[in-house]
């Protein structure tokens, strides 16, 4: 079992920077693909970056690249998310989430954590 717990949300004026983190529990994290995902109320939730075991492999939403860096630091057993030039529509809850293949598609993942919000103010 892999146990994933957010922090570093909170409230962040348009064009500021927060990083987000996922501190992971359990014997494999190296093991796993790790992705960032986001809900806002009354939407579905959606894929915003994800990274392969190693961390060499990254991939990006096209509404975050460029803004924001996945990353992940497999000593501390930590996944990262920086978030920069922040707009409005970033505002939401973010999910780490940890699985099997390198994909964004939330059904694959088999591990989440509870949610951190973000809010961006204009």
């Known amino acids: 079992q892999v146990q994933l717990v957010e922090s570093g949300g909170g409230l962040v004026q348009a064009g500021g920077s927060l990083r987000l983190s996922c501190a992971a529990s359990?014997?494999?994290?190296?093991?796993?693909?790790m992705s960032w995902f986001r809900q806002a109320p009354g939407q579905e939730r959606k894929f915003v970056a994800v990274?392969?075991?190693?961390?060499?492999?990254?991939r990006y939403a096209d509404s975050v690249k460029g803004r924001f860096t996945i990353s992940r630091d497999n000593a501390k057993n930590t996944l990262y998310l920086q978030m920069n030039s922040l707009k409005p529509d970033d505002t939401a809850v973010y999910y780490c989430a940890a699985g099997s293949r390198f994909t964004s598609t939330p059904s694959t993942y088999t591990y989440w954590g509870q949610g951190t919000q973000v809010t961006v103010s204009s």
């Open positions: 359990g014997r494999a994290f190296n093991n796993y693909f």
């Open positions: 990274i392969s075991s190693t961390g060499v492999g990254t």
